[in-house]
């Protein structure tokens, strides 16, 4: 397992527009159609054991504070010709298994992974109402083998203060896991960027 830290996107960065598609529905989303809602981009996919240790609590949590007012959205950005146990129809195979109630979007040219300057699975970017940069890093301190409980407690504490308008919590801690598959010569440039923790 590569292990791979999460950017950590500055804080009060701008939600980049997106345009893709959920292959379950073929329903097509875009950042306009969570205009005025606090909004959860969670960038996965279906094989890496990092996201697989908090599929399932990541998908109660998706549950309980959607009901609070919180949008959803997952993105998978990898290289399914190199990783077919990546592709859109084992997405859908996930979507079922774990029961997600939030759509799970295939970046198939990997622009928005780039957009959002993700780097790995599981990556979260959580954006207020203005999708303004309000929490990204860790889910929680859970990872396959360090015994860990998976709880969600980093991202519930941050989803309760935004949804209660206070400020973000401090300090924010990358999330860790696979790196993105990028293609071939697609490689973002910002790949050996320092990690800012705040």
């Known amino acids: 397992m590569a292990k791979t830290p999460s950017t950590m996107l500055d804080l009060g960065t701008q939600a980049p527009d997106f345009s893709l598609t959920e292959p379950a ?29 908090i599929a399932e609590a990541f998908s109660a949590f998706a549950r309980e504070y959607q009901k609070k007012g919180l949008a959803i959205i997952a993105i998978n950005a990898n290289d399914v010709e190199q990783y077919p146990a990546d592709s859109p129809e084992k997405m859908i195979a996930m979507c079922k298994y774990y029961q997600f109630t939030f759509p799970y979007l295939f970046d198939t040219r990997q622009d928005t992974a780039k957009a959002y300057q993700a780097a790995c699975t ?15 890093g860790q889910f929680d301190h859970a990872r396959p083998g360090n015994d860990k409980p998976v709880n969600g407690s980093d991202m519930r504490m941050a989803a309760d203060n935004l949804l209660a308008g206070r400020a973000a919590p ?6 860790l896991g696979c790196n993105i ?18």
């Open 25 to 53: 529905t073929g329903q097509q989303y875009s950042l306009a159609d969570f205009t005025g809602k606090p909004l959860l981009v969670a960038f996965i996919c279906n094989h890496c054991p990092f996201v697989l240790h």
């Open 122 to 136: 599981p990556d979260f970017f959580l954006f207020d109402t203005r999708h303004s940069l309000y929490y990204r």
């Open 170 to 175: 401090q300090p924010q801690l990358a999330s």
């Open 181 to 198: 598959k990028w293609k071939a010569g697609n490689e973002p440039d910002y790949s050996g960027q320092k990690i800012n923790q705040k």
